[in-house]
């Protein structure tokens, strides 16, 4: 669906389930996003079997292991992006490599809506993500179950 020089997002597979499990088990992946979320196997499997943008599997080009999960959130006029990596996969440049193509990938799939991201105030390396990449703090609050988060924009 979408490659980079590292990285290569896919649908999510039933075999998945264990490592995507531990991603959204993990604190310090969901710091910023109400905590961790888990799954039990059989909603995951219901869930994979309807092949979603909104929540994708990254993996390592090299080796094929999961290493996050990535989405487009279709709302009103807008396509919100969002990515969790595994911790042992941050720091790595795998965030800013693959917000690229992401943004890529909405002008050719989502034509005419904005390309927008809900983050929390608290969360600086999203935050410096998103202003890098000419988003700017639309203004919006979203109530999450984290809190209040900023809808970012993206200016053309």
Do not use: W
Not at 5 to 17: C, I, Q
Not at 66 to 80: A, K, L, P, Q
Not at 130 to 142: A, I, P, T, V
């Amino acid at each position: 669906m979408i490659t980079t020089s590292r990285l290569l997002v896919r649908h999510l597979t039933e075999l998945d389930y264990s490592a995507f499990s531990a991603l959204e088990n993990d604190p310090d992946v969901k710091k910023f996003c109400g905590g961790a979320s888990p799954i039990s196997e059989a909603r995951y499997t219901n869930f994979v079997r309807g092949r979603s943008d909104a929540c994708m599997a990254i993996c390592a080009k090299n080796d094929g292991r999961f290493i996050g999960r990535c989405g487009f959130r279709r709302t009103d006029d807008r396509v919100e992006l969002e990515i969790f990596l595994l911790p042992t996969d941050q720091g790595q440049g795998f965030g800013p490599e693959l917000f690229d193509a992401m943004i890529s990938y909405c002008f050719t799939s989502f034509p005419g809506s904005k390309v927008a991201a809900t983050v929390s105030p608290a969360n600086s390396r999203a935050i410096n993500l998103l202003k890098h990449h000419n988003f700017n703090d639309s203004g919006e609050r979203m109530l999450t179950k984290s809190g209040f988060n900023s809808l970012y924009v993206r200016s053309s």
